[in-house]
């Protein structure tokens, strides 16, 4: 299991630009990611609903309010801070699952837009959002990753980001993956999908490779099946690693998802004109969304998918809805 991640996590080859100044913690975000059932936010939820941030530059009004419950006070600090810490905090606290930040993240991700920069730092703390079992905690740092790029969740976001996937090399590989992001949050999902079917088509390995890292962001059930198709018949041994890792734990897919795509990796197992590597993801992958360890036995699984009559999926994450 320890060599299939970190088997994912490392490119063959790094990416030529610079605005990604950290390109090997971007591919172990990319990889070590697991999309399991989620925590719910607790019983303190109905306290800090309603609780709001306020931009630094107006009186933190709510504070004096707030601070005889030293856990609202600690909260009430950050109605004192500039909204890019505000941020960074918060999704920092969520990261370490503290109860009641989604809730503000949520309440609050709008009001950062034009606020809140893409810094070096909260790229970071996306990263690590991003790698969470929670899918609540990747969907927070997807929005607030969405407002500090100054992408609106509206199709004229999804255009210029393919204006820049077409015309942009060095702006591509994170444009394809905020791509996928935009149609998670609901925005033109199908136009979506077809653009990233396209591109992980393109004659360029990069492009096919971010695409299909895009296509894992989307999280949709349509997006299954070009991940599948990738992973089997792409013609770099890159892509199709991304696509098993994609499939397996990466980006946005349920743990339902993720399972509905269990047959299909079976059947790959069939194919005898798989290489050796490829079979590898084959198995890791099925080990990753399974939780069987069951090696490497093509019988062992099959044997166990047959007699697996009454499979409880384990429950998507869905908690906290943003808007």
Same mark, same amino acid.
């Given at each position: 299991m320890k060599a299939f991640r970190k088997h994912f996590s490392r490119p063959s080859e790094p990416l030529s630009f610079s605005l990604l100044r950290n390109y090997a913690l971007a591919f172990v975000f990319l990889a070590a990611i697991s999309a399991v059932a989620g925590f719910e936010v607790g019983h303190l939820r109905a306290i800090w609903a309603d609780l709001k941030l306020v931009p630094a530059v107006a009186p933190p009004a709510s504070a004096s309010q707030l601070t005889s419950d030293p856990v609202n006070a600690d909260f009430a600090e950050l109605t004192r801070l500039a909204p890019q810490q505000q941020a960074e905090q918060l999704l920092e606290r969520a990261i370490h699952r503290q109860q009641g930040t989604l809730d503000l993240i949520r309440d609050n991700v709008e009001g950062w837009r034009g606020r809140v920069q893409n810094t070096d730092h909260l790229f970071d703390l996306v990263l690590t959002a991003m790698k969470s079992e929670d899918l609540r905690i990747r969907s927070a740092a997807v929005e607030i990753d969405l407002v500090a790029n100054n992408l609106p969740k509206s199709p004229k976001s999804v255009a210029r980001l393919v204006k820049e996937i077409r015309k942009d090399p060095v702006e591509r590989p994170f444009a394809l993956w905020r791509l996928g992001a935009l149609g998670n949050?609901?925005?033109?999902?199908?136009?979506?999908?077809?653009?990233?079917?396209?591109?992980?088509?393109?004659?360029?390995?990069?492009?096919?490779?971010?695409?299909?890292?895009?296509?894992?962001?989307?999280?949709?059930?349509?997006?299954?099946?070009?991940?599948?198709? =990738?992973?089997?018949?792409?013609?770099?041994?890159?892509?199709?690693?991304?696509? %098993?890792?994609?499939? %397996?734990?990466?980006?946005?897919?349920?743990?339902?998802?993720?399972? %509905?795509?269990?047959?299909?990796?079976?059947?790959?197992?069939?194919?005898?004109?798989?290489?050796?590597?490829? =079979?590898?993801?084959?198995?890791?992958?099925? =080990?990753?969304?399974?939780?069987?360890?069951?090696?490497?036995?093509?019988?062992?699984?099959?044997?166990?998918? %047959?007699?697996?009559?009454?499979?409880?999926?384990?429950?998507?994450?869905?908690?906290?809805?943003?808007?």
């Open positions: 949050r609901g925005v033109q999902p199908k136009v979506v999908l077809a653009h990233l079917v396209a591109f992980s088509r393109d004659a360029n390995e990069q492009t096919r490779f971010w695409a299909v890292e895009g296509l894992a962001m989307l999280g949709s059930d349509a997006a299954i099946d070009p991940l599948l198709d =990738r992973f089997a018949h792409d013609a770099s041994p890159r892509v199709r690693q991304r696509a %098993a890792c994609g499939l %397996a734990e990466s980006g946005m897919l349920t743990r339902e998802q993720r399972f %509905a795509a269990v047959p299909d990796l079976l059947n790959l197992l069939d194919d005898d004109s798989l290489d050796s590597d490829t =079979r590898g993801w084959v198995y890791g992958a099925l =080990r990753l969304i399974t939780g069987e360890p069951l090696g490497n036995n093509p019988h062992a699984w099959q044997e166990w998918w %047959a007699h697996h009559d009454s499979i409880k999926k384990p429950g998507s994450a869905k908690g906290i809805v943003f808007a």
